[in-house]
């Protein structure tokens, strides 16, 4: 658990990702040597805030964006959201400008957000929620836990992985962005044609806690049907508990994938989560368990 604490504990709104990017990189050069099979590792200005792992002779591809949803300061005290925060009155935020580290609370007025920090915070900063971070027995729960429960899961997948390519994206919260130019560079070297994307799904009335990570069909995007009856073929072998997600609406890199000029089949799959979006997102630890688990299983016989 302690990668874990220390992977939620790091600020990275989207668009101020380089502080949990320089995280992993030094993660991975630290320990890849421990590993099961030592991955070639691909970062610094031509990748941006992006980083990508490549294992033995890959076939497959794990998607995990780095950023998380928050704020920018503007004008007058006001905020401006990053993805889609959903905030209430007094919510707790934090950050740092030029001139110091800030801590506030929300303010909301007139349908608008502000903060109450006793100065000005310079225009342009990024802010977070502040972490609260609790681990029981079956939950845990805190901020952005999307996405970095799959960052998690496709950190800890490394440590087993013999062929495989993981990538650590950007801007995923806020549209995209990283994800074509990621995906050019796998396909062109590699000719990668799956793609897993290692994100953190929402509870709702199908998709409940305690019944295993969430095999999406599809979202707003839907997957090609070949490629999804093989994963759910392969999960229904593998014995680790699943739920199968339909939904109509939502997003993530998958639709970037989807939306490419490379035919590259993908799937989402990720642990369901509680109160989205908010300082107390909540994820049973059995449902993260599924997940890190299936995720080790079709990385072997994808």
Known sequence: MELLKEILNIRGV???EHEISSFIINYVLQRRNQWKVVPEVFYGDRFQDNVVLKFGDPRT????HIDTIGFTSRYENQLVPVGGPDVNDGDELEGEDLLGPIACKIKI???KVFHDFPRGILPGTNLSF????RIGEEFIQGAYLDNRLGVYNALKLCEDLT???VVFSTYEEHGGGSVPFLLKFIYEQWEIRQALVS???WVTDGVIHGNGTAISLRDKFIPRKVFLNKIVSLAEKSGIPYQIEVEGAGGSDGREIQMSPYPVDWCFIGAPEDHVHTPNEKVALKDLESMLALYRYLMVHL
């Open 14 to 16: 989207s668009g101020d």
């Open 61 to 64: 591809a794990v998607f995990a």
């Open 109 to 111: 007025q007139d349908e």
């Open 130 to 133: 502040r972490q609260n971070l």
């Open 163 to 165: 062929d495989g390519v």
């Open 199 to 201: 994100d953190i799904t």
